[in-house]
């Protein structure tokens, strides 16, 4: 599978992204089901060996552009070095809903629904992935030592997730300053009952 965060070849990443760009204009044109490689590397003005030389078809450069996706995100809205607290959390809550709003607004196409499952399953796992290395990067309080940072992980990860995409198919049910703090709340009252030393601010 592509790694965003691997560091490539100039040409490389170019090429990725003449290819990015192709399959964003495609998904809006004609939906991801009517989507030909052929169509892609056309509209890329590459040939489709070149394609096959990056992805192994479409399905996998969907996954690279939700992982590419997610990595801007968090290196944009995040700080340089984040800290296990409330207010770092704050601002990956407030993040991911945007995000998945955003998503929602590209993907509204006649395939929608055929994608939604790698939507959730790439994003629900890279979010796992970086709430799991900001656990073993902090100082994990004694009373959550007993619990796996997996299982912490594993749990806030899909709470955070299933709620952004919920609200990111109706943005205008709720603010997203509302919806952010009620889904702060029930992450924090959550873990303060295991981490009574978990940082406030």
């Known amino acids: 599978m592509a790694s965003p965060t691997r560091k490539v070849d100039p040409r490389v990443?170019?090429?990725?992204q003449l290819l990015q760009q192709a399959f964003n204009e495609l998904m809006q044109e004609k939906g991801f089901?009517?989507?030909?490689i052929q169509d892609i590397a056309e509209r890329a003005t590459i040939n489709r060996a070149t394609f096959y030389a990056h992805?192994?078809?479409?399905y996998q450069l969907?996954?690279?552009i939700i992982q590419?996706?997610?990595?801007?995100?968090?290196?944009?809205k995040l700080p340089q070095i984040p800290r296990w607290e409330e207010s770092t959390l704050r601002i990956l809550i407030r993040a991911m809903l945007e995000y998945s709003r955003d998503l929602y607004t590209v993907s509204h196409c006649p395939s929608a629904n055929m994608i939604d499952p790698m939507l959730t399953r790439t994003t629900q796992q890279r979010l796992y992935d970086l709430l799991v290395t900001w656990l073993k990067q902090g100082s994990v309080p004694e009373p959550l030592r007993s619990v796996p940072g997996e299982v912490l992980a594993l749990s806030m990860s899909w709470a955070i997730f299933g709620a952004a995409n919920q609200w990111g198919?109706?943005?205008q049910s709720i603010s997203?300053?509302?919806m952010t703090d009620a889904l702060l709340t029930v992450v924090t009252e959550g873990v303060a009952q295991l981490t009574p030393g978990f940082r406030q601010k």
């Open 13 to 16: 990443k170019r090429t990725r």
């Open 33 to 36: 089901s009517a989507i030909s």
């Open 55 to 58: 992805f192994e078809d479409k």
């Open 62 to 64: 969907l996954d690279y």
């Open 68 to 76: 590419e996706q997610f990595q801007q995100m968090v290196e944009s």
């Open 169 to 171: 198919r109706d943005p």
């Open 176 to 178: 997203l300053e509302h």
